[in-house]
């Protein structure tokens, strides 16, 4: 697990889905809003709806179909 630093100094230990998150989140935030969203941003939004389910199995292909029609507005 990897440790985050906050501002008082202390560290603090995320979990590898909030890290993937945040991660996600970065990429989505730095998307431009005038191209069309690429397979990748595509994977990483249907991944984060994935761990917001708990990571449970079986919806994949909605979880892809809801992230590009998300990312294509």
């Known amino acids: 697990m990897a440790k985050k630093t ?7 230990r995320q979990t590898d889905a909030a890290i993937d998150i945040d991660r996600a989140d970065d990429r ?3 998307m431009s809003t005038s191209s069309a969203p690429t397979e990748e941003d595509i994977r990483l939004r249907a991944y984060e709806k994935f761990l917001e389910r708990g990571g449970a199995h079986g919806r994949d292909v909605e979880d ?3 992230a590009e029609r998300e990312l294509s507005k």
């Not at 906050?6 to 603090?12: A, D, E, L, N």
């Open 6 to 12: 906050t501002r008082s100094g202390t560290h603090v």
């Open 28 to 30: 989505l935030r730095s």
């Open 64 to 66: 892809w179909i809801d």
